[in-house]
């Protein structure tokens, strides 16, 4: 037993070890050890395993003429390769799995069965011999002769756009030096301002672009091989096309090769012809909106139009996997995009469940959870759901998951909000199934993912973002929570902010500039008309809208905040692209400040309403007016105070709340909380005050981690360790009713 826990192989990881029996037996006698055929226990508990990047013992095999997988682009063993993509259905092996078509030949064979040998029972264990193979298309579709790698690589050097059907999808691959190359992909791709991920040769030349702190440089190596969002340097801005990589921010999003076909893709040791690629832009393989491709036939169909040649293979994906993506936040590594290398590991959790449960998640950056026992099992990410390719993709993983898991979900949880995709799903589940509906508030979800991340049962909890259906019919997201097992009070918020026209005041920030000045009974000077690009004209329908309320949601989300200031500044874009992008441009500027210290702004006003804090943001816009239009020398000191303000307000809202509850620590959660600056201020300020402040880490801060808070709603709920439903709802509603200025 002692050798099990300190000889486990690279990636094994032993959560727990339970003696049922000992025996002898007879070891010496027999001389063998054995993997038996695996049966299915109805209450086991199962890991699904996650994909892995390349090995470093893999890697030097493919690079080595003299091995018998030289060159081969679907070298695996025990310690890397696919896993979740490949599965058919649980136990994990290789009968089950899309690997099942390809038999082994006597020497993977005799690999497979050696228990000395690293390839013992790896599942996708092949060679050239007994292995998938890669295949070349043009435009097309049609095969090309010739070694497609080779060609791929010649490709990419005449800058051509390859679709490159990968470890969990689809990656349009184009050479990271050729801008016009990369603006092509953009005006192809419809994606005009959203950075483009990149893939480094290996980690010095990741080094030569970026500044990598130790921790992220560890990460980039590790076996989850994620996208890490790194600071450009200046030979970046040198050698690089950046304003067509990564046109809104100094950064990079930088991983290194996953798979044998990505590393031979970047140097391939044969190829006397193309030099090694530094960088590659490797972005997701669908158009706008929709989910990664994963099958041949549906690449070349959905592609058709933006891929110039298709890299395939035979090989087939059961389920996709996108790239995750990570952050360093406050020095700690934070999952931004939880996928490849994170899904579906379990979260554990303190306690045992009372009933498995399957929550649908949010609408934006979907992924589903099951919790089941002492865990919980975050789904790859799905992304948005706005088109029926990601609903398609959504029903397949809410169909896999507890199937995988071997147990069938007994209560299943929503957002409150009634028209996300997700609920409308979930609740036809429940119906179909006769079970319990829990719809859980956007912004409680929140609170619970990053409280149960940390092992919580109480603390005051932030959720700052940019959307979420308060149960008070307003749009909620700068919220304060406090939660304990027994209650859940809200004690401060901002003043709400009409938001004409809805999803298309997003879509435009400069009209929520010009609703917080109508809103405050200010008529905005001509000047700030030229600014924002809005007709003086439209001033009136605006007017119009905000007084009679049509078409015009209160938004309460600092999300918004962000937007308006930006659009104040001039740097939000007349439409947005992606979501997020004005306070990500705004963090950029601030980012570029060399002001140690600026005192323009004024605070944010604060007022008190039964029982409840509001951040009053009118005097606040209101001051904007007066100053003049800031020149570009000014614009980053302003955007960098604008971050301290509104950390400082976040500040406030905690000392408020602290007059009356004990507890001493303070979570953030919600998509503004990825901001670094924002969180470099408000965290010292809180930990001056004697807080500790927690942050997510394995779970993302955005929409991502919303399925995680909804399981453990629902879990309170069904097994009564908290407020029924019907009082949380009560509860929430009431005090977000009477701490409203307007109805």
Avoid at 213 to 238: F, H
Avoid at 387 to 392: K, V
Avoid at 630 to 639: I, M
Avoid at 674 to 682: D, E, G, P, T, V
């Amino acid at each position: 037993m002692d050798g099990l826990r300190d000889n486990l192989p690279p990636q094994a990881s032993l959560e727990k070890i339970r003696a049922i029996s000992c025996e002898d037996v007879g070891w010496k006698a027999s001389g063998r050890f054995e993997i038996l055929e695996s049966q299915t226990d109805p209450s086991s508990q199962v890991a699904i395993p996650v994909d892995l990047g390349i090995c470093p013992v893999c890697r030097k095999e493919i690079m080595d003429p003299a091995d018998r997988h030289f060159r081969y682009p679907f070298t695996s063993c025990t310690n890397c390769g696919p896993r979740y993509t490949i599965i058919e259905d649980m136990p994990y092996d290789r009968i089950r799995t899309t690997l099942h078509p390809f038999p082994l030949c006597p020497d993977c064979q005799s690999e497979y069965t050696d228990p000395s040998n690293r390839r013992f029972h790896a599942e996708s264990t092949c060679c050239p011999t007994c292995g998938p193979q890669l295949d070349y298309r043009d435009q097309q579709g049609s095969p090309l002769e010739g070694d497609p790698l080779l060609m791929a690589r010649k490709d990419l050097q005449e800058g051509k756009i390859v679709a490159v059907r990968g470890l969990g999808g689809f990656l349009l691959a184009v050479d990271a030096s050729n801008a016009p190359a990369l603006k092509r992909l953009r005006t192809l791709k419809h994606r005009p301002h959203k950075p483009f991920a990149v893939m480094a040769r290996d980690l010095t030349t990741a080094h030569r672009f970026t500044r990598i702190p130790d921790e992220a440089a560890t990460l980039l190596c590790s076996e989850k091989r994620p996208i890490v969002i790194l600071e450009a340097n200046d030979t970046a801005y040198a050698e690089l096309p950046m304003k067509e990589i990564s046109p809104d921010s100094a950064t990079l999003g930088i991983m290194l090769p996953v798979a044998p076909l990505y590393e031979l893709l970047m140097n391939d040791p044969t190829d006397s012809d193309v030099l090694p690629f530094s960088m590659l832009v490797m972005t997701s393989g669908n158009r706008g909106g929709e989910p990664i491709c994963i099958r041949n036939e549906e690449a070349l169909d959905r592609l058709s139009g933006i891929a110039d040649r298709y890299l395939l293979h035979n090989r087939e994906i059961n389920l996709r996997n996108d790239d995750s993506l990570c952050a360093l936040q406050q020095d700690k590594l934070q999952v931004w995009r939880r996928a490849r290398g994170y899904s579906p590991e379990a979260i554990p959790i303190t306690h045992s469940l009372g009933k498995n449960i399957l929550a649908m998640g949010s609408h934006l950056k979907n992924t589903i959870a099951f919790g089941y026992k002492d865990e919980i099992i975050l789904s790859p990410h799905v992304g948005d759901l706005d088109t029926p390719e990601a609903l398609d993709s959504l029903n397949e993983i809410v169909d896999s998951l507890p199937r995988f898991l071997g147990h069938d979900p007994e209560v299943v949880a929503v957002d409150f909000h009634p028209d996300y995709h997700s609920s409308r799903l979930g609740r036809a589940i429940a119906e179909a199934g006769s079970l319990p509906i829990i719809e859980v508030q956007h912004h409680h979800a929140h609170a619970l993912s990053v409280m149960a991340e940390h092992g919580l049962e109480e603390a005051l909890v932030l959720v700052f973002d940019g959307t979420g259906l308060g149960l008070d019919g307003k749009i909620w997201g700068a919220e304060l929570f406090h939660i304990d097992p027994d209650h859940i009070t809200h004690p401060a918020s901002f003043l709400a902010a009409p938001l004409p026209g809805g999803d298309a005041a997003i879509l435009r920030p400069a009209r929520q500039l010009m609703a917080r000045w109508l809103q405050a009974g200010i008529s905005p000077p001509n000047k700030w008309f030229q600014k924002t690009n809005i007709e003086p004209s439209f001033e009136a329908i605006l007017q119009q809208q905000i007084k009679h309320k049509l078409n015009t949601p209160e938004t309460t989300a600092a999300g918004r905040v962000f937007d308006a200031f930006s659009a104040w500044l001039g740097i939000a874009p007349p439409h947005a692209t992606y979501d997020g992008q004005s306070p990500i441009r705004l963090e950029a500027l601030a980012s570029r400040s060399t002001l140690a210290e600026s005192r323009i702004l004024p605070d944010f006003m604060t007022y008190q309403l039964n029982d409840q804090l509001l951040i009053d943001w009118r005097s606040f816009f209101s001051f904007l007016t007066t100053i003049p239009v800031p020149d570009e020398s000014k614009a980053a000191s302003l955007a960098l105070e604008f971050h301290k303000r509104m950390a400082e307000a976040a500040h406030s809202m905690v000392m408020f709340a602290s007059e009356k509850i004990s507890s001493k620590v303070v979570c953030l959660s919600g998509g503004v909380f990825m901001n670094r600056i924002l969180c470099s201020f408000l965290a010292p300020m809180l930990e001056g005050e004697g807080y500790r402040v927690l942050q997510h880490q394995r779970v993302p801060p955005n929409d991502g981690g919303i399925s995680l808070g909804q399981v453990v709603c629902a879990d309170r709920e069904t097994s009564r360790r908290i407020l029924t439903r019907e009082q949380i709802f009560t509860t929430i509603r009431s005090m977000s009713i009477t701490g409203s200025t307007r109805r």
